[in-house]
């Protein structure tokens, strides 16, 4: 009876994991359907402006337009494409940004917490170096020195982010070195490389999963914020941060111009990082 | 001649105390030996440096570990790994650790012999399959395709057992593989063990605190006392007259399952107090010369 209990307790967390994975999972990749086709299916051109049109309301309450479905902004450019632009740079910075912050900031970890030694001490000196530095100052510098546009901000973010990883794996790679298997597999001759790819990265895989996705969502804020204080890509462009730094001045008349890019964007970190979880949950062999 | 043989081996944390004074012993081919002290008298240090796996923290002050004739201490790295990967194998500690959570059991055991000694793939599956059931495991299969942490911990030490003998290795060491298991199955895993020695005919290192165990396995015996080798014997002598005074108080201080009455026998203050002046004694020399 107990037994039947605690795995039916199990099988609650699992499906309420699954549930989260998903939820997140699908709100992404409906995102990602809609930036590749926001072209054909953004129902006006997102740069259009019409100054007759200014400030409509959304579809729902009195005073709108038909086909301007969350309103205009205070231009009449209409809200819901220029959403549907915007995913396209969210995403891509997400997608590059993060992976790259990933790769650079893992393998720095992993070296760091694994061989030890002077590689250790030159990684650990970097990480403290880099935290000192104040990341949002640190960014704007960053933009304001190599120029505004998309590549400078994944440059920024690889340059900032990559302690955020280097940092928990190699923390977690010096606990996974400690343990008998790795001495085993040293003993069956193994060399340094070999040992750490085989052994200890499978086990620290599933932590760099969640970060990663943690950090997508992460340079979607950052890829917002630079885009609030005006340093991101080019203002003709739209994204979430520009609509939300626009709405924000014209809250108390037009509120959807803010409010809509913001849950977009407050949607989107929060799959990002729920979905790092549900995968954390599937892949771990442990929990699995 | 003698397959294993560590002369004169001292070994110190880095600019720190001697964790390892000029040990010396030899284990000759298929022969057991045991290495018995109290924690943190080096014994588990003598099996790393052997098998080359000190911690960075600890460095090789002087002396030789000749495995088969050939002296590891001055081999390149890469020789000595692959010398030792050829002739030895560990049965590691704590059977919780010493398996990788990511890697299924039957990988685990097949991949360094196709990665390192070039087995092919089906060989080596093959392999596995007849060690495991030589170790008493019901459903190879199953157990190849498990996760570690689906299986019990005697289950894993038997598998660990298992892996060690994988390639033949001519010398094995044993460090303390029971002290992580409850009694009943400490039991199984030592018949289990002294039985794979018998048949495969490996030397072994016998890592233990606990001479009860070292009876029943081993043949010969290396009493440690403060990284210092106190009396280095045959098991029967020691059992019937113990030379060192520790010696003889730790074989008075093992618990007689036979008579529970009798209570708990410490190591006498006195006898501390001989083998630590030994010991001091030992440093001044080293001081000195």
């Known amino acids: ?288 | 001649m003698s397959f294993l043989s560590i002369r004169n081996l001292s070994v110190r944390l880095k600019k720190g105390p001697p964790l390892l004074r000029r040990v010396s012993l030899d284990v000759a081919a298929g022969e057991v030996r045991g290495l018995v002290g109290e924690s943190g008298a080096g014994k588990s240090m003598i099996g790393k440096a052997v098998l080359g796996i000190l911690p960075p923290s600890v460095e090789v002050t002087e002396g030789e570990i000749l495995l088969d004739g050939i002296d590891l201490l001055t081999l390149p790295q890469a020789q000595r790994r692959r010398r030792i990967g050829a002739l030895a194998a560990l049965i590691p500690q704590d059977p919780l650790t010493a398996l990788n959570p990511s890697h299924r059991i039957g990988p685990q055991i097949t991949d360094r012999l196709v990665d390192i000694l070039g087995w092919t793939r089906a060989d080596a599956d093959a392999r596995a399959r007849n060690l495991l059931a030589e170790v008493q495991i019901a459903d190879p299969d199953r157990v190849l395709r498990s996760y570690p942490h689906e299986l019990s911990g005697g289950m894993r030490q038997r598998i660990l057992i298992a892996s060690a003998f994988a390639a033949e290795p001519k010398l094995i060491v044993a460090d303390e593989p029971t002290t992580a298991l409850d009694v009943t199955v400490q039991k199984q895993i030592l018949k289990l063990i002294a039985g794979m020695q018998a048949r495969h005919g490996t030397a072994l290192l016998f890592v233990t605190h606990d001479l009860g165990v070292v009876s029943k396995v081993c043949q010969k015996l290396s009493v440690l006392y403060a990284g210092m080798v106190v009396e280095d014997t045959s098991v029967a002598d020691f059992y019937a007259a113990p030379r060192h005074a520790y010696s003889a108080a730790l074989l008075a201080a093992t618990p007689k399952y036979t008579d529970p009455s009798a209570g708990l026998t410490p190591v006498p203050e006195v006898v501390i107090a001989t083998v630590q002046a030994e010991v001091a004694a030992f440093d001044r020399g080293q001081a000195h010369g």
């Open chain 1, 1 to 288: 009876m107990v037994d039947a209990k605690a795995i039916d307790g199990r099988s609650m967390i699992r499906r309420r994991a699954g549930l989260r994975l998903w939820l997140s999972a699908g709100w992404l990749a409906v995102l990602c359907a809609v930036a590749l086709l926001a072209p054909w299916i953004a129902p006006k051109d997102p740069l259009a402006q019409d100054l007759f049109l200014g400030r409509l309301p959304p579809a729902w309450v009195q005073g709108a337009e038909p086909g301007y479905w969350l309103g205009t902004d205070s231009l009449g450019r209409d809200v819901l494409s220029r959403i549907i632009h915007g995913a396209r740079v969210a995403l891509t910075v997400a997608l590059v940004a993060g992976t790259i912050t990933c790769l650079v900031g893992a393998t720095l970890g992993l070296m760091a917490g694994f061989l030890r030694g002077w590689v250790d001490i030159v990684i650990s000196r970097l990480i403290d170096i880099w935290m000192a530095f104040p990341p949002v100052l640190f960014s704007i510098l960053l933009i304001a020195v190599l120029g505004p546009g998309l590549m400078s901000i994944i440059i920024a973010i690889v340059v900032i982010d990559w302690t955020r990883f280097a940092r928990v794996v190699r923390a977690e790679a010096m606990t996974q070195g400690a343990m008998d298997y790795v001495a085993s597999a040293r003993v069956a001759g193994r060399g340094r490389i070999g040992t750490m790819v085989r052994e200890i990265l499978p086990n620290v895989l599933p932590t760099i999963v969640v970060l990663l996705t943690l950090e997508m969502g992460i340079a979607v804020i950052v890829e917002a914020i630079l885009s609030f204080v005006n340093l991101s890509i080019s203002t003709d462009d739209p994204t979430w941060g520009g609509m939300i730094a626009e709405g924000r001045t014209s809250v108390h008349q037009a509120w959807w111009v803010l409010v809509f890019p913001l849950i977009t964007l407050f949607l989107t970190v929060l799959s990002f990082s729920q979905l790092g979880e549900g995968l954390k949950d599937r892949f771990d062999p442990v929990l699995r």
